[in-house]
C-alpha cells in the first residue's frame, strides 16, 4: 500500500531529483574551479605586488616582519639566486625558468585546490627569484563545506517542503477515489467540489457530468423495468383471468367467443411489445446491421399507406398525398418501419372523416417528408417527452389504442442511425404534423 501511495511516489522522485541535481551541480562547480584559470591568475598578480613590496623594503629585519606577517595568513616568501635551487620542493627545471632570459614576468609554477606557487623573475637587478607560496587551501575547503552545507539544507528544506504539499496535491486525487467508491457501493447522487480550474478541476467536473449521466440511465433503467413489468402485466393478467374463468365453466357458452378474442387480442399485444423491445435492444446495439439501398421514396410511401387501408377506411379517413419522384439512400427495411410507425399513429389519433396528409419536398441538400393529421393534437409540455421509451400521451387509452409507447422511441433511433432528423409540431384540437428531414449525401 505505501508502494503505491502516489504522495509518496511524489515525494520521492521530488528528492531524487533534487539530490540528483546538487550532486551534478556541485562536481560542476568543482570542475570548473579547477579548470578556470581565474585564480591563476589572482594567485599571480598577488605574488607580483608581494614582490613589489618586498623590493621597496630595504631594511632586512622589515623585510622578515613583512614575511613573518604575509605567514600568518597563509604565504610564504623565498629568494633564489642560482637556477640549481630548490625551495618548497619544486623541480630545478620549474625555478631554471626564472632565469632564462625570455622571462620577463611572474610565473605560476605549481598549485591545486587552493595552493599555488608563483615565481617573479629578475629581481635585484636581475640577480635573483622571488618564489612566493600562497596557501588558500583551507579557505577553499571552508567554501566547500559551506557550499556542500548549504546545498544539503536545500535538499532537506525541498523535501520538508514538497513532503508537506504533496499533501494537498494528493488531496483531490482522495476525494476523487473516496467519490468513485461511494459509486461503486451504489451511491450515483455523489458529487465533488473543487474550486481551482486547473487539471484536478476539469477531472471533478468530469466525474459529477459522469455521475449526472449514470444517475440518469440509472432512472431510465428503472423506468424501463418498470413500465415493462406494468405492459407485461396487464395482458398478463387478463389472458390470466379469462383462462380460468374459461376453465371453472363460469363463462355462458354463447360468451366464451368473445372472451377467446380479448385472449387473442392481449396475445397480440404482448407479442407487439416483446418484437418493439427486441428491435430496440437490437438498434441500441451498435452491431444492428444497416443496408444501404438506393430506392423510391415515394413509391415506399405510397405502399406504407396502401397496407394501412384497412385502418383509415374503416374511419373514413381521407388521404391527400402530395408526392414528388424521389429517391433516397438509406435502410429500406428500416425506414418502412419509420413511416409505419409515423402513419399508423396518424390513422391511430386522427378521428372519423379526418384528414391525413403526407407531402415530400426536396432540394440538393435534403429531402424533407411531411405527414400531418387532423387529430386532437398533443399537449405543449408533451411535445419533449413523446419520443421517450413508453411515454403516452393518454396513458388510459393505451390499450384501448393497443399501443405501448415505443413507436415513436423505434422512429428516433433509426433516425439518429442514418444522421436524420424529426421535428413535431402539434395544437390541441388542430392536429399534429410530423418532419423527417433526409439529408441527400
Excluded at 183 to 188: D, E, H, K, T
Excluded at 198 to 225: H, I, P, T, W, Y
Aim: glycine share 6%.
Amino acid at each position: 500500500m505505501v508502494r503505491k501511495s502516489l504522495r509518496l511516489r511524489i515525494v520521492v522522485t521530488f528528492i531524487g531529483i533534487v539530490l540528483v541535481s546538487l550532486i551534478i551541480s556541485f562536481f560542476l562547480f568543482m570542475q570548473f574551479s579547477e579548470k578556470n584559470n581565474t585564480p591563476n591568475h589572482m594567485f599571480i598578480n598577488i605574488a607580483k605586488d608581494i614582490a613589489k613590496v618586498t623590493n621597496l623594503i630595504d631594511d632586512p629585519e622589515k623585510v622578515n616582519a613583512f614575511a613573518d606577517l604575509l605567514n600568518r595568513f597563509g604565504i610564504d616568501i623565498a629568494v633564489v639566486n642560482e637556477p640549481s635551487e630548490s625551495v618548497f620542493s619544486l623541480d630545478k627545471e620549474k625555478v631554471a625558468i626564472l632565469f632564462n632570459s625570455n622571462t620577463t614576468d611572474a610565473v605560476f609554477l605549481s598549485g591545486r585546490g587552493g595552493l599555488a606557487i608563483v615565481g617573479v623573475p629578475k629581481i635585484d637587478d636581475g640577480k635573483g627569484a622571488f618564489i612566493i607560496k600562497i596557501d588558500f587551501s583551507s579557505i577553499v575547503r571552508g567554501l566547500r563545506i559551506t557550499l556542500l552545507f548549504t546545498l544539503l539544507a536545500v535538499l532537506i528544506i525541498g523535501s520538508l517542503l514538497i513532503l508537506f504539499m504533496s499533501r494537498y496535491i494528493v488531496k483531490p486525487i482522495k476525494k476523487l477515489t473516496v467519490a468513485a467508491k461511494e459509486m461503486a457501493s451504489g451511491n450515483l447522487s455523489v458529487r465533488l467540489t473543487y474550486r481551482n480550474k486547473d487539471e484536478f478541476g476539469e477531472l471533478m467536473e468530469s466525474f459529477n457530468r459522469m455521475a449526472s449521466e449514470l444517475q440518469k440511465m440509472d432512472s431510465v433503467r428503472d423506468d424501463f423495468v418498470s413500465n415493462v413489468s406494468h405492459e407485461m402485466q396487464s395482458p398478463l393478467t387478463s389472458i390470466r383471468g379469462f383462462t380460468r374463468a374459461l376453465q371453472d365453466g363460469v363463462i355462458p357458452l354463447e360468451e366464451q367467443k368473445e372472451h377467446l378474442d380479448i385472449i387473442y387480442e392481449e396475445t397480440l399485444r404482448l407479442s407487439r411489445l416483446s418484437d418493439n423491445l427486441l428491435r430496440l435492444a437490437s438498434l441500441d446495439s451498435e452491431h444492428h446491421p444497416v443496408n444501404f439501398t438506393t430506392f423510391q421514396l415515394d413509391e415506399q410511401l405510397r405502399r406504407t399507406i396502401v397496407l394501412a387501408e384497412p385502418q383509415w377506411a374503416r374511419k373514413d379517413i381521407m388521404i391527400e398525398l402530395d408526392l414528388l419522384p424521389c429517391e433516397i439512400t438509406v435502410d429500406k427495411d428500416l425506414f418502412d418501419q419509420v413511416w409505419q410507425n409515423l402513419i399508423n399513429n396518424a390513422i391511430k389519433y386522427t378521428g372519423q372523416d379526418g384528414t391525413i396528409h403526407v407531402e415530400i419536398e426536396m432540394n440538393a441538400q435534403f429531402v424533407k417528408v411531411y405527414i400531418k393529421d387532423s387529430g386532437k393534437g398533443i399537449p405543449e409540455e408533451a411535445l419533449p417527452l413523446i419520443f421517450d421509451r413508453f411515454y403516452m400521451v393518454e396513458k388510459a387509452r393505451s390499450s384501448a389504442l393497443k399501443g405501448n409507447g415505443l413507436g415513436l422511441s423505434i422512429v428516433m433511433k433509426i433516425l439518429k442511425i442514418h444522421d436524420c432528423n424529426i421535428d413535431v409540431e402539434s395544437k390541441v384540437g388542430e392536429g399534429t404534423q410530423f418532419v423527417v428531414t433526409i439529408p441527400r449525401t
